[in-house]
């Protein structure tokens, strides 16, 4: 038998910024315990950038809250704030705008080893530069930077196939000020676990075809 008991409630209250053209998708709340475990408790599909949610009140719980908007490029970025109080108010949730690809533009040809990738920065983060060749041999470039080139890995047996088809992306990850800090300590471990507040974005994809 499981005895069922009431909780008082609380109230958590406060704002998301929105990044210019972007608009708020959704908001999610779940409710966290000492012993790590969580229960979802919202799921907010409205695109008002203001809330309040009524929380339960249990000693010692805490409150993690999940945005996610998009833009009319495709482009999406999502951001967690976890360790709120359940009565907290102005909770504030900045949402930074995500990478946006630049160059070079959607299908273009001839792309080798000397191309230059180039797209926006995702502000205090790093990036995870795609290249998806399907079952031809794929890259991905880790970097602050807001350019980069497919790498050239012949040498061992990786090379960039002539005439072929692939698509690229940039995923970014923040906050982070170098590549040893996303990979260190706090890094993106507790980002995939949602342990920690950040941010994270996923452009949209272009395709492209390498040199004969």
Do not use: Q
């Amino acid at each position: 038998n499981i005895t069922m008991t009431g909780v008082s409630e609380a109230a958590i209250s406060g704002s998301v910024t929105l990044p210019a053209g972007y608009n708020l998708a959704s908001k999610l709340m779940d409710v966290g315990f000492a012993d790590r475990s969580r229960i979802n408790v919202l799921y907010d599909t409205g695109a008002s950038t203001s809330f309040t949610y009524t929380t339960p009140s249990i000693p010692g719980a805490t409150i993690r809250m999940f945005t996610f908007a998009s833009n009319a490029a495709g482009t999406r970025v999502y951001t967690t704030k976890p360790g709120l109080a359940v009565n907290a108010t102005g909770v504030s949730i900045p949402m930074p705008a995500g990478s946006e690809l630049s160059l070079p533009p959607n299908d273009a040809t001839g792309i080798n080893n000397n191309t230059t990738f180039m797209y926006t920065p995702f502000t205090g983060g790093v990036h995870l530069v795609r290249f998806f060749g399907g079952s031809r041999p794929s890259y991905t470039v880790v970097t602050t930077a807001t350019s980069t080139t497919i790498p050239n890995l012949a040498s061992v047996g990786l090379g960039l196939p002539a005439s072929a088809s692939y698509t690229w992306s940039v995923i970014g990850f923040a906050p982070f000020a170098t590549v040893d800090a996303a990979a260190g300590p706090g890094g993106w471990l507790d980002v995939y676990n949602e342990d920690a507040e950040g941010s994270s974005s996923y452009s949209a994809s272009r395709t492209f075809t390498t040199a004969p």
